[in-house]
């Protein structure tokens, strides 16, 4: 009996590799993952090693105000930072890639939930070369993305 | 014992109990394994409930999101979580997973109570998933419970010592090949980037890890500060991505060498805390699961496991 069980383990084992694999393939061909456990890719090349690197940022203003201000991202009472920064670079991916309407009102619920206290938005898009950042915060170049 | 013996005995069941049998070192090993994965087996538990805890308050916060920005976004999580489910789901959920907590601790686990967790387990952490993080968000945690369905738990006999301790290690490397496929692929993009030379950087380059630091702080607008004094250097860096290349790459091969549990445990948890401190690279469930299952707890506590002449 014990033996039967040790094959179990030793088959799952294999079955959650191979699946894995097929993940891989089927991520790449576009028909996405179909076994969220093992495919796992990060940081095989160091982040920012084309030199080049974008970030989404808020920027928020009132009505009255002339300019927008820059929204740092920042602990929120709902997303922790890591939250913050994927789900908004999600949504905004989400929406770049289809432009609807749908994508559109869940980014400005998500920017209207992290910023409530404003009532015109944009989404900018912020690039920046890593070693000039060092030594300057705010050397980087802007791009509208979206407006709200 | 050298590897190509620990490799013939990892493929044959039959030369694993003929050993067991025969070689004093060799029946220690197991015994030690068997005595530390039942250990683990019990305080990965006790994590378990501190992470239903988690789990509890993550719910209550992402209850207080808008509802229109949870995102379905993988087959897994479109089939068994397709939109936010209510309260009552959550926490019926969630008081399911206490009750085969408890009743796993105190009692030797039945396999039907270790699906239940392990589906507890598996459908809970979709919810951390939900809002654009990648799907390998508390993946090895889960697998953790998802490869040990059909492992003992409790004391076993003579007779089934081998194959127990053959499924531990099938186990072992069912949660360590996560580390070795994340070494192959920086293994492949390395030596394509060697040979691309295509001027980028590559982790090999005496910046590398100056750049990943950098992004990886100002992702969070975490201020670039006199932290970056580390980085003064760039050798120890290349040296300890070598490091870190080859303790990934080879990761499986872990599982040959019990031995060495400790080793290999205190060199993952040492890459997750630089990670975490030097590129704001925040793995928090992960070290944790690792550090329980490696941890060499017959060294600390006096060996209770006798296998049975049954």
């Given at each position: 009996m014990q033996k039967k069980i040790y094959l179990l383990t030793k088959y799952l084992v294999i079955a959650s590799l191979l699946l894995s694999v097929v993940s891989i393939y089927s991520t790449k061909a576009g028909?996405?993952?179909?076994?969220?456990?093992y495919f796992w890719k990060l940081y095989s090349q160091p982040l920012g090693n084309t030199k080049v690197v974008s970030e989404y940022r808020i920027y928020a203003k009132q009505k009255s105000d002339s300019a927008f201000c820059r929204m740092a991202v920042k602990d929120n009472y709902t997303f922790t930072v890591g939250e913050y920064v994927y789900t908004l670079h999600r949504l905004v991916t989400d929406y770049s890639n289809t432009r609807s309407e749908t994508n559109k009102n869940r980014l400005y619920d998500f920017v209207k939930h992290v910023e409530?206290?404003?009532e015109q938005y944009e989404i900018i898009k912020e690039t920046y070369r890593p070693l000039e950042i060092f030594k300057n915060e705010n050397v980087y170049d802007t791009s509208v993305e979206i407006i709200f | 014992m050298c590897m190509i013996h620990q490799l013939r005995l990892f493929f044959s069941s039959d030369k694993t109990k003929a050993a067991f049998e025969t070689d004093s070192v060799f029946r220690n090993q197991v015994k030690n394994v068997l005595q530390d994965h039942f250990i683990a087996r019990k305080v990965l538990n006790i994590l378990t409930g501190f992470w239903l805890m988690w789990i509890l308050e993550e719910y209550r916060i992402v209850m207080?999101?808008?509802?229109?920005?949870?995102i379905a976004d993988n087959y897994f999580v479109r089939l068994f979580m397709p939109t936010l489910p209510c309260a009552l789901q959550v926490y019926s959920v969630i008081a399911i997973g206490f009750c085969t907590v408890a009743y796993n601790f105190y009692f030797s686990p039945l396999r039907i109570s270790k699906v239940i967790l392990t589906a507890t387990v598996m459908w809970l952490n979709i919810l951390p998933w939900?809002?654009?993080?990648?799907?390998?968000?508390?993946h090895v945690f889960v697998l953790s419970h998802l490869l040990g369905?059909?492992?003992?738990d409790v004391n076993v006999s003579k007779e089934n010592a081998a194959h127990s301790y053959l499924s531990m290690q099938w186990y072992y490397l069912g949660i360590v090949a996560n580390y070795s496929m994340s070494g192959i692929w920086k293994l492949g993009g390395l030596i394509y980037k060697l040979f691309a030379n295509d001027g980028t950087i590559h982790?090999?380059?005496?910046k590398a890890a100056l750049y990943n630091s950098i992004v990886g702080f100002h992702k969070y607008d975490i201020p670039l500060t006199s932290?970056?004094?580390?980085?003064?250097?760039s050798w120890p860096w290349q040296v300890g991505f070598l490091i870190i290349l080859l303790l990934q790459t080879f990761a499986v091969f872990i599982v040959l060498f019990p031995k060495r549990y400790f080793l290999f445990c205190i060199a993952i948890v040492t890459m997750h805390f630089v990670n975490i401190t030097a590129f704001a690279i925040m793995f928090i469930w992960q070290p944790l699961v690792i550090f329980i299952l490696f941890f060499p707890y017959h060294k600390i506590f006096n060996p209770t496991l006798s296998i049975e002449n049954k």
């Open positions: 028909w996405g993952e179909i076994y969220p456990f409530p206290e404003y | 207080l999101r808008p509802a229109s920005i949870y939900g809002y654009g993080f990648f799907s390998h968000v508390g369905i059909f492992l003992p982790w090999l380059h005496p932290q970056f004094d580390i980085f003064h250097f």
